[in-house]
């Protein structure tokens, strides 16, 4: 095992800045809190969290890589790319984000229209005042209004009967392409790395696609240890990384204390013979 697996490292994570409650600096104390050694914050489709972040994370003697996820569609379905030490100021990432953010705000109309039809009334200025930043209004706001409206008892009932494929609060919704975002997250000097890749629903064909494609736009890495994954799929993925020659990375997903079961920097080390995606963007942590 590479002497640098063992680091609490927590590469995944969502701020205010995207659908996540708590803003960079409490999510900088709460890693701390919880022994984080190195950290980043994964906004969906945005990097105007960043800076905060970066100060937040200093102010705490964290180290940090800059972070953000980006939802792309494969194969007719949502994957997420995260990229990490990507320079959030570098235009076309920026260019990038913002145009694949643009559809967000038509689509929550769209979501709030079908909901209506199965009588769920006002969804979209309902969702609007959970969300921090105007241009990135999200299925997980939806949620949470149907939560506090009473529709559910909490977020995932609310996905499971709402807003996933086939139920009525759901629109399909093309995102950018896994070119668009490897080259996005390569150009602005970062990594790419396949978010929690056991969420996906692909056959084994698909997969494998996903990945070799990944690998020959220039994609690095893989998320081995994540929140969404099991301890089976912990090997599973392992394998896969070790099999595609990709690095691996390790983060929580954590939304929010009380609807993510997995806090910040609570997950197990990554297993042994991988790289840690960390050793590939050593020179970008700071
Ligand atoms: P969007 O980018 O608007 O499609 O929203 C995707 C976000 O919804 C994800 O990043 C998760 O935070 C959340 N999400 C997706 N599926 C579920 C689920 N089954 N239960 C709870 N949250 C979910
Ligand atoms: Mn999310
Ligand atoms: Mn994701
Ligand atoms: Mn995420």
Redesign the pocket.
């Known amino acids: 095992m590479s002497v640098s697996s063992i680091l609490n490292a927590d590469l995944h994570c969502h701020s205010v800045v995207s659908d996540g409650t708590l803003t960079p600096e409490e999510l900088a104390l709460r890693a701390r809190t919880n022994g984080v050694e190195l950290w980043a914050l994964t906004d969906?489709d945005e990097v105007g969290g960043q800076h905060r972040a970066i100060a937040a994370a200093h102010a705490n003697g964290l180290k940090y890589l800059t972070g953000v996820?980006i939802s792309i569609t494969f194969a007719g379905h949502t994957v997420?790319i995260v990229g990490l030490g990507v320079d959030p100021d570098e235009q076309g990432l920026k260019q990038g984000l913002r145009s694949t953010r643009g559809g967000r705000s038509e689509r929550a109309m769209e979501m709030s229209e079908q909901l209506a039809r199965v009588g769920i009334k006002d969804a979209y200025e309902g969702a609007l005042k959970f969300v921090g930043n105007p241009e990135l209004i999200s299925r997980t706001h939806f949620a949470r209004f149907l939560v506090e409206s009473g529709v559910c008892k909490d977020t995932s009932e609310v996905f499971r009967k709402y807003l996933i494929e086939g139920k009525p609060g759901f629109v399909e919704h093309r995102w950018a392409t896994l070119q668009n975002s490897v080259e996005w997250i390569t150009q602005a000097g970062g990594v790419a790395v396949i978010?929690?890749p056991a969420?996906y629903k692909f056959s084994a064909n698909e997969e494998f696609a996903l990945f070799s494609e990944f690998k020959t736009h220039g994609g690095r890495g893989v998320e081995v240890v994540t929140g969404s994954h099991t301890a089976a799929e912990y090997v599973t993925y392992a394998d896969m990384a070790r099999e595609f020659g990709l690095a691996a990375s390790r983060g929580s997903?954590f939304h929010s204390p009380d609807e993510s079961h997995t806090d910040l920097g609570t997950l197990p080390f990554l297993p042994g013979q991988l790289t840690p995606v960390w050793d590939l963007v050593a020179d970008r942590i700071q």
């Open positions: 969906h996820e997420h978010a929690h969420r997903d």
